[in-house]
């Protein structure tokens, strides 16, 4: 049978307990890969995979991560940087709270993220680190500044970061999702989503499985070895 590779690679993701990041780590398991992942609140067990409690805006907290994953698990391939929140509203009357919450999570939780990391697969020579953008963060969105920002922002960060992180064998890309089946879309009104899903040529929301194989591609050292600095839609020609 073909395979991704991905075979007892070890994978790190950040908000694996739902959502996105629960169809990722649920995916990276059925093809064999030793999964952990970080969750904020709470977390049901996910078939064995190491689930550790950590908030990813926690500098140390995202350090001791990395060390307990690569102690019981052993090197880190590769990473999702996942975890996201939005707090949205229209620009006068967004709160600062709201924006600093925002970046915080969305941006430097991918730098507090991939820090520890980063440099020990620059040693090795080896690994894969996927960012979650948004398709927000392309073209913008009614009453998401923060969150578009923070989604932006982090596609900037990657293109810099594959750039800096080529000569050392590591690959870093973002996948950007349209709107995607999962409780970050659930507060939007009925009549929102029926006017965004007329503006959808696939006609419908994405669901989290398909999220993650875009992901599980990007993460491949087999399907994916030349594709670096790259940002993959899957937003179901939402946005071109
Ligand atoms: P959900 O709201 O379903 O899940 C968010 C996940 O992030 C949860 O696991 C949550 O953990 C975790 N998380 C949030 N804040 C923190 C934190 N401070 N520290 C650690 N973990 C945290 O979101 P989705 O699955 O929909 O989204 C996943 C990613 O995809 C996000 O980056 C999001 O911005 C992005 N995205 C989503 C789209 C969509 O339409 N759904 C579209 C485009 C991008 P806990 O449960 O413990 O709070």
């Not at 890969?33 to 970080?38: G, L, N, S």
């Not at 907290?61 to 999702?80: H, S, W």
Request: proline share 4%.
């Amino acid at each position: 049978m073909t395979s991704l590779g991905l075979e007892d690679k070890v994978v790190l993701v950040t908000g694996g307990n739902r959502g996105i990041g629960a169809a990722i780590v649920s995916l990276l398991q059925e093809l064999g890969t030793q999964v952990a992942y970080t969750y904020r609140s709470s977390s049901e067990d996910q078939h064995g995979a190491l689930a550790i409690q950590a908030d990813v805006t926690d500098k140390a907290a995202m350090e001791a991560v990395a060390e307990k994953v690569e102690q019981k698990l052993g090197p880190i391939y590769g990473i999702v940087a996942n975890a996201g929140i939005t707090r949205d509203n229209f620009f006068p009357k967004l709160a600062i709270e709201d924006w600093d919450a925002v970046i915080d999570t969305n941006l430097k939780g991918v730098y507090n993220t991939l820090m520890p990391v980063i440099p020990k697969m620059y040693e090795r020579e080896e690994g894969s680190v996927v960012c979650i953008s948004s398709i927000s963060g392309e073209r913008g969105n009614l009453g998401q500044t923060n969150y578009a920002a923070s989604k932006a922002a982090v596609i900037g960060l990657t293109k810099s970061l594959a750039r800096e992180a080529a000569r050392y064998g590591v690959r870093v890309n973002a996948v950007s999702p349209g709107f995607i089946e999962t409780d970050m879309v659930k507060s939007v009104p009925d009549k929102v989503k029926e006017r965004i899903v007329s503006e959808i040529p696939l006609r419908r929301f994405g669901k989290p499985e398909e999220v993650a194989w875009a992901i599980a591609f990007l993460l491949s050292p087999i399907a994916s070895s030349y594709v670096t600095g790259e940002v993959l839609r899957v937003n179901g020609a939402h946005h071109t």
